[in-house]
Nanobody, 122 residues
């Protein structure tokens, strides 16, 4: 079993940056792909980015490509999401989740964190 805790959210002006962290428990963390998802009020949860267990492969939603960077430090059991050039439409609760599969579908992710709020003001 894996427990995940997100941190790093907050209020930022458009054009600003934030770095989210996803800290995981469990010695098998490196076996899991990790995805970041977000959910805005009244909208479905959507894929943001994912990274394989080794960190060798990454994937991004078109809406964040070139602005967000996902990375991981398996020695620290932590995955990061560096978010630059933030836009008001990036406002959402951001969640990290783990999966044995490197996928975009949230249904294929087993363990989820509690989420962290990101608010981008215009």
């Amino acid at each position: 079993q894996v427990q995940l805790v997100e941190s790093g959210g907050g209020l930022v002006q458009a054009g600003g940056s934030l770095r989210l962290s996803c800290a995981a428990s469990g010695r098998t963390f490196r076996s899991y792909a990790v995805g970041w998802f977000r959910q805005a009020p009244g909208k479905d949860r959507e894929f943001v980015a994912a990274i394989t267990g080794s960190g060798g492969n990454t994937d991004y939603a078109d809406s964040v490509k070139g602005r967000f960077t996902i990375s991981r430090d398996n020695a620290k059991n932590t995955v990061y999401l560096q978010m630059n050039s933030l836009k008001p439409e990036d406002t959402a609760v951001y969640y990290c989740a783990t999966s044995y599969y490197f996928r975009r579908n949230p249904r294929q992710y087993d363990y989820w964190g509690q989420g962290t709020q990101v608010t981008v003001s215009s």
